[in-house]
């Protein structure tokens, strides 16, 4: 049972344009959710972190939104850059758990 | 601050080997947790060490098993390699921030270890 589910395993933006990554999770006890992206042969590069206290933050070109009531999430990436495609992973952990659970990934494609 | 480091970066074994992959956290962080990657299974958790304590480990056969040294420095092993265990292993470290009280594991990974197995 996926427990974090990344339904779009692809997406293709334009150059200068938004692109939008939506994560959604089944599990009540997750409270903290994390962005990864991965590159092919390299581990995955932390992005961007939220707590379930708050609904939004912000880094740079990223943000993320927390729905908890619908239990989704999405990373926002503004403005797309060619050097952002890569995969993205979203992961999600409980209250001082160490574990993450990752969802599959969606392959972002920003285009010239 | 250099970050995590896992050694070997790749490896080739013959099934029934066995393997010990190595992996040094960034410094000052005591938490590490292993994760396997695979096409079909994508990343899941194998174990994470703290104090080297073993806190809790995931859903894999007693064929895997890790161990963590007085300095944080990490290894895991496989004994009795298949074929199913070709895939990326992935060590993290943690820094481990408190946000309204709760404790929350902010986890980096190293590049991987990509293991073969023939």
């Known amino acids: 049972d996926q427990q974090v589910k990344q339904n779009s395993p692809s997406l293709s933006v334009q150059e200068g344009r938004i692109s939008i990554l939506n994560c959604d999770y089944t599990n009540s006890m997750f409270d903290y959710f994390l962005w990864y992206k991965k590159y092919p042969a390299e581990g995955p590069t932390f992005l961007i972190s939220i707590s379930s206290i708050k609904d939004k933050n912000e880094d740079g070109r990223f943000t993320v939104f927390l729905n908890k009531s619908a239990k989704h999430l999405s990373l926002h990436i503004v403005p797309s850059q060619p050097g952002d495609s890569a995969v993205y992973f979203c992961a999600a952990s409980g209250s001082s758990n160490y574990k993450l659970t990752f969802g599959k990934g969606t392959l972002l494609t920003v285009n010239p | ?118």
Not at chain 2, 98 to 107: D, H, R
């Open chain 2, 1 to 118: 601050k250099a970050g995590v480091t896992q050694t070997p970066r790749y490896l080739i074994k013959t099934r029934g080997q066995q393997v010990t992959l190595s992996c040094s956290p960034i410094s000052g962080h005591r938490s590490v947790s292993w994760y396997q990657q695979t096409p079909g299974q994508g990343l899941q958790f194998l174990f994470e060490y703290f104090s080297e304590t073993q806190r809790n480990k995931g859903n894999f056969p007693g064929r895997f098993s890790g161990r963590q040294f007085s300095n944080s420095r990490s290894e895991m092993n496989v004994s009795t390699l298949e074929l199913g265990d070709s895939a990326l292993y992935l060590c993290a470290s943690s820094l481990i921030i408190s946000v309204g009280g709760t404790l929350l594991y902010e986890q980096y990974f190293g590049p991987g270890t990509r293991l073969t197995v023939t």
